[in-house]
Each structure stands twice: as structure tokens, then as C-alpha cells.
């Protein structure tokens, strides 16, 4: 997308705001199944607005960088933040390194988790990124690698926790500092319990009208701050062993440095087994090396598919429901069929 496709998107947006209709449509991400349009009220959204500003302290006058595609709702509420709490816009069409060409730093910035990683392998933007007051980041899971680039930046650096039906984060976790930490810490007026199947349910009735379970397996400590271990429908059910994709995919990215993901397939004797998707730029052996040595036995996948290039939404985020889809339909081979037998 280029800037001038990018200034027109807003100003579209920017006039579906302004228009007398109470709602606007957004898009989910797609990353558990196709994505859908959903109508959201202007008015939840300004409550929204107005939780992130009052938490970070944003002020009129503060800059705040927009690089996030403005069908999704996490674009739409930066532009609203600026409009709820009189801050200036910088608007940048979304692309892998956002603050290449910025000449102001902006006091508040949204980032997806790719696009940080970018930024951080070029100096210079390394450079502008640390100076952001408040960095937020969400859309995807911020691995124990990415977290240590971040922790000893000077200012505040964040992880979101939050979904379209939340318009946007409903909670915050720092990154770097002092108050790192592994636990979100809900908004003022967010309740949390959880579920009978250990899921996240939220009551945030300034955003949302109804109480919402999500599929976001999770503990609660007793500050009343809350870590998601993964998601239900990530659960694979393997021999009777229930498999968390997010825990394997964790314990891996300390020792296989390619892009992969974790899936998994139906199998007659086991009812699902693990899949390993990966990038064609390594050995399928060594990978096996690394899974067989560094994983518990029945973590370890019992098939690997390599692909060009990994599935992936619009927001970067794993496209889950295509992985199973490929893992589904790709025969398997020799290899495969040893090693699930």
C-alpha cells in the first residue's frame, strides 16, 4: 500500500466517523478462521479510547504514530484515541519498518510484533524506537527473544491484551523496567473470572455489552492480574495428552532459528498428532535433531510439512485455521508414517 492509498483509507474512515450512523464496521483478524465483518459502536469505542489514553497518561498535544491497516480495529482506535484525547496523528502506511523514513518521534506508537522485530535489526530505527514514550504492542505473541531486545529500553514498552469484540486491549503488561512482567493488569471498570474450563471470561461494560468468554486459556494471581497460557482451540489431544500449541511453539524458539508453526492432523491411532510447518531453508533432519533432543517425548511432531512461506493474517498474526487446513490435506510420506505408527 502506498501513503496516498493510506491517506485516503483515513480520510475514508475519518468520514464513516464523522457520519450520524452510531456504528462503524471493522474486521476480525482471521487468525482462528475466516475473517468477519463486525459493527461496533462509536460510542464503546471512545470508552475505549479513553481507558488506553487515561492509562498511559497521553495528553492533547502528544503524537501518536498510525501504521496499522484501518480495517482492523486496532487502526481505528488510534485514529480514535487521537481524536478522544486531541492527539496528532502521524500517519505511515503499514509496512515491516514503519520508522524509516519518520523525521518526528512520536510520543505513542502501535506495533505489531513483526514490525518491532524489523526495526530493531536497523540501528538507525533502533534509535527512533527507543525514544517513544509509550510503545504498545499487539497482534501476535511477543517471543522470550523479542522481550529481551526490549527490556532495558528507557521508556514504557507494553504487550496488549484485547480483541475486536474488546475494541482493542482491554489490559496492558510492561515489557521493560522495574514493572516487567508475565501478568496483564486489567483496565479500571474490567472485571476478570474464569470459566469452568479454566477460559478467560471478561465483564467490561464500557466497551463491551455483554460479558465475554474467550477461548484464551488463562490464570488469575491474587493482585487480580491475569497471563494467558494459550487458547483452547489450540489444544491438540494427542493419545489422550492434551498438547498446547502456544508452550510448544515457546519452547522451541529458544533452539530452531527458522520460521515455524504448530499444527496438528487427524490420525486414526491417535486422534490428532503434532505437525511442524517450517520455512525450506533447513535440513528436515537437523529439525527432527533439535525436537527429539529439546522437547518432551509427546510434545515432539510426528509430522514436519516444509513449506515457502508461512501462513500468516493480515495482521501478521499465525493464520491457524490454514496451518490445520495444509497439515489436513498433504498426504504423508515415508518419513511421516514411521514416525507415527
Not at 526495526?119 to 524506537?129: D, F, S, W, Y
Not at 487480580?224 to 497460557?229: D, E, N, P, S, V
Request: glycine residues 6%; hydrophobic residues 40%; proline residues 6%.
Amino acid at each position: 500500500m502506498t501513503q496516498q492509498e493510506f491517506l485516503q483509507d483515513l480520510e475514508a474512515f475519518l468520514q464513516e466517523w464523522q457520519n450520524d450512523e452510531p456504528t462503524v464496521w471493522v474486521h476480525t483478524s482471521g487468525s482462528t478462521g475466516t475473517p468477519k465483518p463486525l459493527q461496533v459502536e462509536k460510542e464503546r469505542m471512545c470508552a475505549s479510547a479513553r481507558l488506553t489514553c487515561s492509562f498511559l497518561g497521553l495528553k492533547e498535544g502528544d503524537s501518536a504514530l498510525l501504521c496499522m491497516p484501518l480495517q482492523y480495529i486496532a487502526g481505528k482506535m488510534v485514529v480514535v484515541r487521537s481524536l478522544v484525547a486531541g492527539l496528532r496523528l502521524l500517519p505511515v502506511a503499514p509496512c515491516g519498518h514503519p520508522l524509516k523514513d519518520l523525521t518526528e518521534i512520536p510520543t505513542f506508537a502501535a506495533m505489531i510484533p513483526m514490525q518491532v522485530f524489523n526495526t530493531l535489526q536497523v540501528p538507525e530505527e533502533r534509535a527512533k524506537l527507543m525514544e517513544i514514550k509509550h510503545l504498545i504492542i499487539g497482534g501476535g505473541a511477543i517471543d522470550d527473544a523479542l522481550g529481551r531486545e526490549l527490556k532495558d529500553f528507557p521508556n514504557h514498552v507494553w504487550s496488549t491484551y484485547g480483541m475486536t469484540e474488546t475494541l482493542s486491549h482491554i489490559a496492558l503488561r510492561r515489557l521493560n523496567g522495574a514493572e516487567a512482567s508475565d501478568w496483564y493488569t486489567p483496565f479500571e471498570n474490567v472485571r476478570i473470572r474464569l470459566s469452568e474450563e479454566n477460559t478467560l471470561i471478561i465483564h467490561a461494560p464500557s466497551v463491551c455489552a455483554e460479558e465475554l468468554t474467550t477461548n484464551d486459556i488463562a490464570e488469575i494471581n491474587d493482585e487480580g492480574k491475569f497471563r494467558i497460557l494459550g487458547r483452547k482451540d489450540n489444544t491438540i489431544n494427542s493419545g489422550g495428552v492434551k498438547i498446547q500449541i502456544e508452550q510448544v511453539e515457546a519452547a522451541l524458539k529458544k533452539h530452531l532459528d527458522i520460521p515455524f508453526q504448530i499444527t496438528a492432523r487427524k490420525d486414526a491411532k491417535f486422534g490428532e498428532i503434532v505437525v511442524l510447518l517450517y520455512n525450506k531453508v533447513k535440513e528436515e533432519a537437523d529439525i527432527r535433531r533439535i525436537c527429539e533432543e529439546k522437547l518432551p517425548a509427546y510434545w515432539v511432531p510426528k509430522m514436519y510439512l516444509p513449506v515457502e512461506e508461512l501462513p500468516l493474517t493480515g495482521t501478521g498474526k499465525p493464520d491457524r485455521a490454514t496451518a490445520r487446513k495444509w497439515a489436513e490435506n498433504h498426504p504423508p510420506y515415508e518419513g511421516d508414517q514411521r514416525n507415527i505408527s
